[in-house]
């Protein structure tokens, strides 16, 4: 069936580290693919998506592209902010009908 | 304005209770959701509802029952409550195109 996985966290870097967080997914045909961020106490926010192959989300610094010859939809930021402390959701949408899958989120902690 | 909120934030209840958590949109949105997050973040969705239609009933307890009056309401029952339920359960929504989910800020259930 169709899934998604994404790295374990949690991760921890330092302010202006670059930062990657992987994510794979399986679907078929060509499902659309979503970044969200959970700040503390929050609900989920879309941080940046991707409907087709090749195509880049980007969005506060950080950025994505829809890989459909690995599957993957990686996360990237150049230099993380202490702000950017959050966990973070992939996601993709199936092609067909209107179900969603989100990975089991990684948890980012930027230190000063 | 806020554009998915959810009543109550908190909710604390003894077990074999029944309580009912609300969800409104102002986004005029055709589809919304519940989801259920555990301690480890995990997201798994409950329901969703489109056109007061439910379209995806995943493999949750018939003590859990989505009722939508309108378009722009979609309220979750939850019926003899158990300590496994004490969770944070968001609401969302979206449109049809595009798709992506508008978050709520989420209700954080305590069953003692």
């Known amino acids: 069936g169709d899934s998604v996985t994404q790295m374990e966290g949690p991760v921890t870097l330092s302010e202006e580290a670059f930062l990657t967080i992987n994510c794979t997914y399986t679907?078929?045909?060509?499902?659309?693919l979503f970044w969200y961020v959970q700040y503390p106490g929050e609900g989920l926010q879309l941080l940046l998506k991707?409907?087709?192959?090749?195509d880049k989300g980007s969005n506060k610094g950080f950025e994505a592209t829809y890989r459909k010859e690995t599957t993957s939809f990686h996360l990237e930021k150049g230099s993380v902010q202490v702000s950017d402390s959050a966990v973070y959701f992939c996601?993709?949408?199936?092609?067909?009908?209107?179900?969603?899958?989100f990975g089991t989120g990684t948890s980012l902690t930027v230190i000063p | 304005d806020t554009a998915v909120s959810q009543t109550p934030k908190y909710l604390v209840t003894q077990m074999g209770n029944d309580k009912s958590i609300k969800c409104e949109q102002n986004?005029?949105?055709?589809?919304m959701y519940w989801y259920k997050q555990d301690s480890k973040k995990f997201l798994k969705i409950m329901f969703s509802?489109?056109?007061?239609?439910?379209?995806i009933n995943e493999t949750v307890p018939n003590r859990f029952s989505p009722k939508s009056p309108d378009k722009a309401h979609l309220n979750l029952h939850i019926n003899s409550l158990e300590l496994g339920d004490s969770a944070v359960y968001f609401c969302?929504?979206?449109?049809?195109?595009?798709?992506?989910?508008?978050f709520g800020p989420g209700t954080r259930l305590t069953v003692t």
């Open positions: 969302a929504s979206s449109q049809v195109v595009p798709y992506e989910q508008y």
């Open positions: 679907a078929t045909g060509y499902p659309s």
């Open positions: 991707a409907t087709k192959a090749d």
């Open positions: 996601a993709l949408r199936t092609n067909t009908g209107n179900q969603f899958y």
């Open positions: 986004l005029g949105h055709d589809t």
């Open positions: 509802y489109n056109n007061k239609e439910l379209i």
